[in-house]
């Protein structure tokens, strides 16, 4: 216990109006002088985590303990250890920046003399010594979240909790930011600091540890490498030339399969039976019908040449589509017609599929290369018996190209979906918003 | 969110004083605040005093003088958008964020409450002196030594009227959850108990009497005239008894309130 910050045991939190169950059984330890992030897309439960550790919100269920003291029961104590930077800010605009400061060490209790002392030494260390007495309402975003950091160390907190710190800022002063938070944890002082953010990038750089939470849970933990690691390691793709030996490489697979520390090997697809449009997307404004029910309704005028016919002449964007569509779908589309039908169909379709039925498009169907994707434990180590393997076999590469999994690959490995799910709610959200406008008018 | 109240009963005294101060600072710094108060007394003086120069009005059988009767009518009426308004900068800070800030604080709720209601008073205290001063410079309060002395009382008065005030205003603006609210909130309660106080035009008791800011106008005429329509000890009852039950309430809602994230 003595050597954990910050102790978290099975915490629930259900918010009451509308039973949003917020966080869910979490936990984890912090130790003392660590950066640990919490990473997770918007409404993953990191802010009620935070706010429960500051004791704004009570936990519904589970323990948690900040510098030995519990949270629910001792929340004063609770309060004079931490230091914390909301989300949104909360400054007073009204107030000159170092007042703002000042009315913070009074309500912390700290005694004239050692306060203004502190206050000019934190005004310096986020280099706003020279602004202090400028209104707090004509800094820039990043002053004031300068600023705000500096209020959070006033009063020499053991923990500071910092709520997406770099929300809104630009990259420059972002690097800015990240520049005083590793600062504060180095040297004697050592300060443990817990950062919630959904910025990979921002979690990489500053974390020791990196907890993913998504829907109040926590769904990874541990350092930024190992994440990774855990991911996949290396992945290589290889691209062959175009050789008569294509069917050599089933075998070559499997030969590369049997190299210690390959953990997977993928064959790149050809283009075969594909979907016409698998990222089908309505443009704004149409009516708000599911795009899997549009997509089901195209496969069904696909499977028959007269409703193609009619859809092509109503609609423009449908023959757009047929133009766009890849070559195994064109062919497939152009074999249905036979040259009674054909006469019906638009000009400018009709020359597409009269040329493809000469075979006019033969040579670009020959372009298609064979390719691999090998994920491995390390690409360093593996890479030169994959290629070996590859001559062996009289294959000629083409191009090959390793690299790591960043830590982006690994989040959308694991919430992914999710972010996808939540965006394309919002877009029908929008949707709907514009029809309503629409139906008031 | 009241059980993480820390400290219920303690209060900082420091942290009050600050928290006050930064009331008195941010009317002090809004120079449009001071300048339309100013104004908008001036106004009323000009407007009131004179459309009832030469009405004769007569509180308990004596008439007095009618432009006495605005001036401090007008003073008394400071109190109630002051108060009000002053109260529902609590909603100002939610918006801002500020509230946050000062809720996780290690101080009580107690303090947080207490520091804002004694900054609002003394502000209230601050316009209710620039008012009398306008009364004076511009004649409708007859000078002479006595009025040193009944300045000097009515600070206190000024202090205790606004505390129910500052009540209402808290209450309001700690449920409050949008700006929209602030008209019918002029309508609904600053109007009503604006004119039916008596502050501005002389009204039978019988109408006035329901209205708990009648008697902090009364105490004020009491104090600064010399006459009222009530007895000047019921006047102090009704309104410590209004202020206490008001802040009494706004203090369990200022409890109660939750800063959503």
């Known amino acids: 216990m003595s050597q954990n910050i910050i102790e978290v045991q099975n915490l629930t939190k259900i918010y009451d109006e509308g039973n949003v169950l917020a966080v869910d059984d979490i936990s984890f330890n912090i130790k003392k002088g660590e950066i640990f992030a919490l990473l997770g897309p918007n409404g993953a439960g990191k802010t009620t985590t935070i706010s429960i550790l500051a004791t704004l919100l009570t936990s519904t269920n589970g323990e948690a303990y900040v510098n030995n003291y519990n949270v629910n029961k001792e929340p004063d104590k609770v309060r004079k250890s931490i230091g914390i930077v909301f989300q949104e800010p909360s400054l007073d605009g009204e107030m000159k920046g170092w007042e703002n400061l ?5 309500l912390y209790g700290m005694p004239k003399k050692e306060r203004q002392a502190k206050i000019k ?5 986020v280099d706003l010594d020279d602004r202090a007495d400028a209104f707090v309402k004509n800094y820039s975003g990043g002053m004031k ?6 209020r959070g160390l006033i009063h020499e907190p053991t923990v500071l909790f910092l709520d997406e710190p770099t929300l809104g800022l630009d990259p420059q002063t972002r690097r800015k ?23 990979m990038e921002e979690a990489d750089q500053l974390a020791d540890r990196i907890c993913i939470m998504d829907h109040g849970k926590i769904i990874a933990m541990d350092t930024s490498e190992n994440l990774k690691k855990q991911l996949s390691g290396d992945v290589i793709d290889i691209q062959f030339e175009n050789v008569e030996e294509n069917f050599k490489i089933p075998g070559l697979i499997r030969e590369i399969k049997g190299i210690n520390g390959v953990k997977n090997v993928s064959f790149g697809t050809t283009e075969g039976e594909q979907n016409i449009m698998p990222n089908f997307q309505p443009p704004p404004g149409m009516p708000n019908i599911d795009p899997a029910m549009i997509q089901a309704r195209i496969r069904e005028i696909l499977s028959d040449p007269k409703k193609l016919i009619i859809a092509w002449k109503r609609m423009p964007m449908a023959a757009g589509m047929f133009l766009n569509a890849p070559l195994a779908m064109k062919k ?27 075979g006019e498009f033969e040579e670009e169907e020959e372009h298609l290369e064979p390719s691999i ?8 180590k593996q890479l030169p018996l994959i290629i070996q393997k590859i001559s062996e076999n009289g294959l000629k590469i083409k191009t090959a190209n390793m690299h790591q999994p960043t830590l982006e690959d690994v989040f959308l490995h694991y919430v992914g979906s999710t972010i996808r799910e939540e965006s394309s709610n919002h877009t029908k959200d929008i949707k709907k918003m514009i029809q309503m406008r629409q139906l008031r008018k | 969110m009241s059980d993480l109240n820390i400290g219920k009963t303690k209060v900082n005294y420091s942290a009050v004083w600050i928290l006050a101060k930064r009331e008195l600072m941010s009317f002090w710094r809004n120079k449009s605040r001071v300048i339309s108060s100013i104004t ?9 005093g004179a459309g009832f120069s030469r009405v004769n009005i007569v509180i308990d059988g004596s008439s007095i003088d009618s432009r006495a009767f605005t001036a401090s009518g007008i003073a008394a009426m400071v109190i109630l958008f002051t108060g009000i308004f002053g109260g529902m900068a609590v909603f100002r800070d939610k918006m801002f964020g500020f509230m946050k800030e000062l809720m996780v604080a290690p101080v009580s709720r107690r303090t947080l409450m207490l520091g804002r209601t004694v900054g609002i008073a003394l502000q209230t205290m601050l316009q209710v002196v620039i008012m009398i001063t306008l009364g004076v410079i511009f004649g409708y309060f007859g000078y002479d030594l006595s009025l040193i ?31 929209q609210s602030f008209g019918l909130i002029q309508t609904f309660i600053v109007m009503p108990m604006m004119w039916v106080s008596g502050a501005l035009i002389p009204l039978p008791i019988q109408i006035t009497m329901f209205n708990p800011f009648t008697y902090s106008v009364d105490l004020f005429r009491f104090v600064l005239v010399g006459v009222s329509y009530f007895p000047f000890w019921l006047d102090l009852i009704v309104t410590s008894g209004f202020g206490s039950l008001l802040i009494i309430i706004g203090a369990r809602s200022f409890n109660k309130m939750e800063i959503s994230q």
């Open chain 1, 102 to 106: 000042e009315l913070h060490a009074i």
């Open chain 1, 121 to 125: 030494e934190v005004l310096k260390l």
């Open chain 1, 145 to 150: 979240r300068r600023l705000e950091i500096a």
């Open chain 1, 177 to 199: 930011i990240w520049e005083k938070i590793k600062e504060l944890n180095k040297g004697n002082s050592k300060i443990t600091i817990l950062i919630t953010t959904h910025y």
């Open chain 1, 332 to 358: 497939k589309i152009a074999n249905m017609f036979n040259d009674n039908l054909l006469e019906e169909v638009p000009d400018n379709i009709k020359k597409e599929i009269l040329k493809i039925k000469k």
């Open chain 1, 373 to 380: 994707s090998i994920s491995c434990e390390s690409g360093g």
């Open chain 2, 40 to 48: 908008q007394g001036i106004l009323f003086l000009f407007v009131f």
């Open chain 2, 149 to 179: 002395w009944r300045v000097i009382l009515i600070l206190p008065v000024a202090f205790l009227a606004s505390l129910g005030i500052v009540g209402i205003g808290l209450t309001i603006s700690t449920r409050l959850n949008d700006m």
